[in-house]
């Protein structure tokens, strides 16, 4: 059911399956781990939304460190349900205030409709309960998703709501005001 063109080669994952693959690396990465000693609550006391696009890496592009955030991550970086439930969660009982919500140029879910959902209900005759979340625009998509965070009535903390277009070409977060 993927639509994307870009599937990995098999040569990519040649001996064993993918999963024995990470497997392996964990070995390597727990022989060289030391306990931090950090406790569960984030040292920035921010989360994360972001987009579960394979070319960002948050870490990395937004300088944190292990401990320092929550990520929360799926199809789109889309403030659903459930999402609003994890940052509930992190600010509720993990105490972070701080939202930072990332989308990015390219993402897949730009070439997909709500038509999606119907094609799925006649393929396996069950309609998904949630929605596609698909979109044109990325900069009003953030704009909705912020608003979506500024609106909820769970959260302790949302006059720190910020939203950005990550360019997946350049590194570069670009900003999105709330209202334009
Ligand atoms: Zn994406």
């Known amino acids: 059911m993927s ?3 870009h599937l990995p080669a ?3 994952v040649a001996s064993g399956t993918v999963t024995d693959r990470l497997v392996e690396a964990n070995q390597r990465y727990a022989s060289a781990f030391t306990d931090p000693g950090m406790d569960a609550r984030p040292v920035l006391r921010v989360a994360v939304v972001a987009c579960m696009d394979a070319r960002l890496d948050l870490h990395a592009a937004l300088g944190l460190e292990l401990g ?10 889309a403030v659903t349900d459930d999402v609003i439930r994890s940052l509930t969660i992190s600010q509720r009982a ?4 701080s939202v930072v919500l990332i989308h990015h140029t390219g993402c897949g879910l730009e070439s997909l409709t709500e038509d999606f959902r119907h094609e799925l209900e006649v393929e396996v005759g069950q ?9 044109r625009d990325v900069d009003q998509d953030v704009r909705q998703s912020m608003q979506r965070v500024r609106t909820s009535p769970f959260l302790l903390h949302t006059d ?3 939203g950005f277009v990550f360019d997946v070409k ?3 977060l670009r900003e ?4 334009g």
Request: with cysteine; proline share 8%; charged share 25%.
């Open 3 to 5: 639509t994307s063109p």
């Open 170 to 172: 350049t590194g570069l």
């Open 127 to 135: 309609r998904p309960s949630w929605a596609v979340e698909a979109f």
């Open 68 to 77: 320092d955030c929550h990520t929360i991550r799926n199809a789109g970086g």
């Open 160 to 162: 720190d709501v910020r």
């Open 10 to 12: 098999e040569s990519a």
């Open 176 to 179: 999105i005001e709330p209202t």
């Open 94 to 97: 993990l105490g972070t205030r």
